[in-house]
């Protein structure tokens, strides 16, 4: 069956840095565009960032731009967002997605980032 699984979470201080893993199994991980959504208490969930099936494009949402890096590779069947100068606010619990036309999306079990002094 399809699986996304997260690690890498954690608690870090301000201005620190995590990267988060997403391994995939169970479909043809090469094939999907995967993205990185996140989700803070009482906030709708946010897409964070996102890269097409190839890598060849990424997209990030405007708050994360130039801290958040998102990335793949597809022998390992693994995405990853590189997370520098964490900040407070992104304090989330994040999770992995994986979407193809034609098919349904999948998502991971999330895993939390608290960013805090």
């Known amino acids: 069956q399809v699986q996304l699984v997260e690690s890498g979470g954690g608690w870090v201080q301000p201005g620190g840095s995590l990267r988060l893993s997403c391994a995939a199994s169970?479909?043809?991980?090469?094939?999907?565009?995967m993205s990185w959504y996140r989700q803070a208490p009482g906030k709708e969930r946010e897409l964070v960032a996102a890269?097409?099936?190839?890598?060849?494009?990424?997209n990030y949402a405007d708050s994360v731009k130039g801290r958040f890096t998102i990335s793949r590779d597809n022998a390992k069947n693994t995405v990853y967002l590189q997370m520098n100068s964490l900040k407070p606010e992104d304090t989330a619990v994040y999770y992995c997605?994986?979407?193809?036309?034609?098919?349904?999306?999948?998502w991971g079990q999330g895993i939390q980032v608290t960013v805090s002094s």
């Open positions: 997605k994986s979407s193809r036309d034609g098919t349904r999306d999948y």
């Open positions: 890269i097409t099936s190839v890598g060849d494009n990424t």
């Open positions: 169970g479909f043809t991980f090469s094939r999907h565009a």
